[in-house]
């Protein structure tokens, strides 16, 4: 039975249209697995949906009665809860308050804490997170525990449609495992699920549908029996392969580039060493809170390193975050929005952010240095935009993405550092950043990638050092990348 | 053509400075038709000399503001400069030490704060609201309450003038030029934008974030000095209670100039704008003879319409 039809739906905004037309049908206690690039259309035709957004043309019917939907509450109201990428949470409050925050239980006027506690225990429970204390406050959790905690509020709602964007992004393989079955639950009992997501393996794995948005066109509607990963990419891009690792035989230059030597920071990252060539592209693959991101901040010098040695071309490290870029060491930060871009300036100026320092002259800006970096990165690393002086904020995440590796690359590194450098990143803009590891690699310089998709660490790395909980626990060659064997690894002091 | 030459305005002075030149614009057309004064050169420039000391003070302000913090204390900073260049003047003897001497007392009020800020990591806000109390008690201490004369060079930059022209008016304008060569042209410059556009970002690109926040909180409270003693030397007298309450005129100005209080968005020449935009509402009142307490009152809605028509604008872009 279906709860929604969209038919037809089209939108566009300034002139540019992003949904020509798209049509879908809900059936209760469906999942649908919702794929597609960056840009493809696939926020915008949920917000829609949602009833955020109101289309252009084309119709929408709950339970076969026509519906135009004036605002996001109208959308709640005939219980459709649209889970987004950016959390919206209180980090001051308590986990329990978050859950419930606008249905607190009361008790003669006042807020009853223990029904309030004992429900939030019982919805965390349900979803499969029942190891979230209710009391914790939020704004300490871990990221994926906030993503469980948002997903516990849409669920104390009792959605009808319940759509998510990217909701396991952040989350452990065990926690995803736990999350899974909770989706499977509700969609028994009735809920229709929409997941949005650029894993194909969980989308393969969990929807009993499989919809593909390309251009703001429903491109391919498939039964995850008959899709496959490189169909599914083919759906998604019109092309074929995303990446294949090809092997260099030249990059063993003997010339240790970067070692760690017993470095440890004096919390979670003890007693850590390895080498990298020049010219290699070295992984460090972990679970969540393996210490990948603070082992790439003790090499470029944001964490300090306690004990044991930091060596850049075999000269001891620099003490400062300054100092380390001296020495040629530059990161390209997980998470863009917080670490990376300066929203309100254009992508010549981020571009140029890490590069001034070079270039001025009495500290007076160069600006034939700064165009001449803009066309370089432009074109060498395909960043598509309408001119230089367009707000970086206004680029897709891939392309936002590309901006702040060129803004690492003007400096000319020797060690370039890339943590998750396709979080979040459409397909076609993966394969991008690939091509440009790869690229950058065969000219001599050193990479490392710390990245938690398997796929990744296959696609580009030479080598992997596998971390768990803090220490480096093996090093693998490129025909040693098992997923079993890097997974064992991973999990082996966990 | 008009649409071309409205277009080319705004292009040339960015939204928000346009539309404070508008009020501008409209604030002088009405009052060159209500008072025959208003368009004399002798008050044109009496106005110029008024927007001085708030668009002196607005300079420095406005970089701290960019770089994601703000200066509550540049009143009493005001006061305490005035204060200590004229007791050091009237005690050596020596007239030409009042104005070093509040400079170098206005840099260490700077000095203060950047050091609350960069070192004890106290909030700007709690650390200037500080200071503004600190540097006021101190002011009255020195003079017992009691206003210092004061001449010499000190009255030269407040009364003086060349070519008819008042010296601080030229001074604000020589700084304004400097202060914006500064912010688009130098890397120094940059950074203020960059630590206030997203401070973590600033730092893995290798900005120095406390040494840049040390240095816009320098340079307000030597600006502040600045303003003290030209604001002194006005008055040929020192009184403790000098620039009480400047703070909101320069943060006025700073923000009708389009500066964003969330940091990484401002101008220079929206700055100056909002300083002359002040000023000129001031004479506006003595002119037209209306009660200095509606002054009051107009200048906060002054305020709300100029931020407020910039909200709605960037809601409703950012809504489609």
Redesign the interface.
């Known amino acids: 039975m279906s709860i929604l039809t969209a038919s037809g739906i089209r939108k566009s905004?300034?002139g540019n249209t992003v949904l020509h037309g798209v049509s879908l049908t809900i059936d209760a206690g469906e999942i649908i697995g919702l794929l597609g690039e960056n840009g493809a259309g696939k926020s915008t035709f949920m917000n829609v949906l949602s009833g955020t957004l109101s289309p252009d043309a084309g119709v929408i019917q709950i339970d076969g009665s026509n519906v135009q939907f004036a605002s996001a509450s109208d959308g709640l109201a005939a219980g459709i809860r649209f889970i987004r990428q950016e959390l919206s949470l209180m980090p001051s409050l308590s986990v329990a308050e978050n859950i419930l925050l606008g249905s607190l239980p009361k008790r003669r006027g006042f807020v009853d804490y223990t029904a309030l506690r004992r429900r939030a225990a019982e919805i965390l429970a349900e979803i499969g997170a029942s190891h979230i204390d209710v009391d914790a406050e939020v704004g300490g959790l871990r990221l994926g525990e906030q993503q469980l905690v948002e997903i516990a509020r849409a669920v104390s709602q009792r959605p009808r449609i319940l759509i998510m964007d990217e909701p396991t992004s952040s989350l452990t393989a065990h926690e995803v495992e736990q999350f899974f079955g909770f989706v499977r639950r509700i969609a028994a009992a009735g809920t229709a699920v929409i997941f949005i997501t650029h894993r194909l393996s969980e989308a393969l794995s969990l929807c009993d549908r499989l919809v593909v948005l390309r251009n703001g066109t429903l491109v391919a509607e498939r039964h995850p029996d008959e899709a496959t990963r490189e169909s599914l990419i083919v759906d998604m891009t019109g092309r074929a392969s995303l990446f294949n690792y090809e092997r260099r035989d030249d990059v063993r230059s003997q010339e240790a580039a970067l070692e760690v030597i017993g470095a440890s920071d004096g919390e979670g990252l003890s007693d850590i060493s390895f080498q990298v060539q020049k010219g290699e592209v070295f992984g460090l693959f972990g679970l969540v809170g393996a210490g990948r991101t603070e082992l790439l901040e003790m090499i470029?010098g944001?964490r300090r390193c306690a004990r044991g040695q930091i060596r850049v071309s075999g000269a001891d490290a620099q003490k400062d975050?300054?100092g380390h870029?001296r020495a040629g060491v530059s990161?390209v930060?997980e998470g863009r929005k917080?670490?990376?871009?300066?929203?309100?300036?254009s992508v010549r100026?981020n571009l140029s952010?890490?590069t001034?320092?070079r270039t001025?002259k009495a500290?007076?800006?160069s600006p034939s240095s700064e165009v001449e970096a803009m066309t370089k990165y432009r074109t060498e690393l395909g960043i598509r935009m309408q001119d230089p002086e367009q707000l970086v904020g206004t680029l897709s995440g891939g392309n936002q993405q590309k901006v702040l590796i060129g803004?690492a690359l003007v400096n000319d590194p020797q060690i370039l550092l890339l943590d998750e450098p396709t979080h979040g990143v459409d397909v076609g803009a993966k394969a991008d950043i690939y091509r440009i590891v790869r690229a950058e690699a065969a000219h001599g310089r050193t990479i490392v990638v710390a990245s938690s998709e398997i796929d990744e660490i296959r696609a580009v790395c030479d080598r992997v050092g596998i971390l768990s909980k803090g220490r480096l626990v093996a090093v693998l060659n490129h025909d040693g990348m098992e997923e079993t064997a890097m997974l064992t690894h991973a999990f082996s002091h966990h | 053509m008009l649409l071309r030459l409205r277009s080319t305005f705004v292009t040339a002075l960015g939204l928000r400075e346009a539309s404070v030149a508008a009020m501008i614009l409209i604030v002088a057309a009405y009052l060159t038709y209500a008072s025959a004064y208003f368009p004399e050169p002798r008050n044109l420039l009496n106005i110029g000399r008024q927007a001085s000391v708030v668009g002196i003070v607005a300079l420095g302000q406005a970089l701290v503001i960019i770089a994601r913090g703000i200066d509550l204390s540049v009143g009493s900073i005001i006061g305490l400069s005035a204060v200590a260049g004229a007791i050091v003047a009237r005690e050596t003897g020596v007239q030409g030490l009042s104005v070093p001497v509040a400079l170098v007392a206005g840099l260490l009020c700077g000095l203060f704060n950047g050091w609350l800020y960069t070192r004890l990591r106290i909030n700007p806000f709690i650390a200037t609201l500080g200071t503004l109390s600190i540097a006021r008690g101190i002011a009255l201490l020195l003079t017992g309450g009691i206003p210092v004369t004061l001449s010499g060079f000190a009255n030269f930059l407040g009364a003086g003038r060349i070519v008819n022209i008042p010296v601080s008016l030229i001074l604000m304008v020589m700084l304004a030029v400097i202060f914006h060569i500064l912010a688009t042209r130098t890397v120094r410059g940059r950074d203020i934008f960059a630590i206030g556009d997203n401070p973590k970002a600033a730092v893995l690109a290798g900005i120095d974030l406390r040494g840049t926040r040390l240095f816009v909180f320098v340079l307000s409270g030597l600006l502040a000095g600045l303003g003290g003693i030209i604001l002194a030397g006005n008055l040929a007298s020192a009184d403790p209670n000098l620039g009480m309450g400047y703070e909101l005129d320069v943060i006025a100005a700073v923000i009708l100039g389009g500066t964003s209080l969330s940091g990484g968005r401002g101008s220079i020449p929206g700055v100056m704008l909002g300083a002359i935009l002040m000023a000129l509402l001031n004479n506006a009142f003595v002119l037209l003879g209306i009660s200095a307490y509606w002054q009051v009152v107009t200048k906060g809605l002054v305020i709300l319409l100029a931020v407020g028509l910039d909200s709605i604008r960037r809601d409703a872009s950012e809504t489609d």
Request: contains cysteine; proline residues 7%.
């Open positions: 905004f300034r470029c944001l975050r300054r870029l990161i930060p917080i670490q990376g871009i300066f929203p309100q300036h100026w952010a890490g001034l320092r001025a500290g007076f800006i803004r």
